[in-house]
């Protein structure tokens, strides 16, 4: 009976966790996309920067790109130390091999974000 109360509580908290890291990793796509297309001259800072030719998730201006690092930063830190945290405590209670848990527990926490990455993929056009 434990060990089910373990595994519910393990993918309970990677699900949380990986709903409440698609915004940063949204952020960290369209910085990504920023990146790659730095603004040129443009007196208003927007960069019209695409991914694949798809407008990215959130617009990054020139003005706007700190603040999203500072963003990603404080996420990382938070949700990155909350992942590690959780499942350190839960796979020590677990029995058998950490590694898959770590694998299994690391793909939980992305598929939101795998999902969000589909949708929006699906729903814009090419330019």
């Known amino acids: 009976m434990r060990r089910h109360v373990t595994v519910t509580l393990a993918a309970l908290s990677n699900a949380v966790l990986g709903l409440l890291a698609v915004a940063p ?3 960290l796509m ?3 996309a920023y990146a790659a297309h730095h603004p ?3 007196p208003t800072n927007h960069t019209y920067a695409t991914i694949a030719g798809r407008l990215p998730p959130v617009e990054i ?3 706007e790109a700190g603040a999203a690092v500072v963003f990603l930063a404080v996420a990382a830190v938070l949700l990155g130390g909350a992942f590690v945290a ?3 405590w839960l796979l020590a209670h677990r029995p058998g091999d950490r590694r898959a848990g770590w694998v299994a527990a690391a793909m939980l926490a992305l598929s939101p974000f795998a999902c969000f990455v589909g949708y929006w993929w699906l729903g814009t056009v090419p330019r």
Request: a negative charge.
């Open 86 to 88: 959780t499942n350190t």
């Open 30 to 32: 369209s910085l990504l």
């Open 61 to 63: 201006d020139g003005d």
């Open 25 to 27: 990793l949204a952020v």
């Open 40 to 42: 040129t001259s443009s």
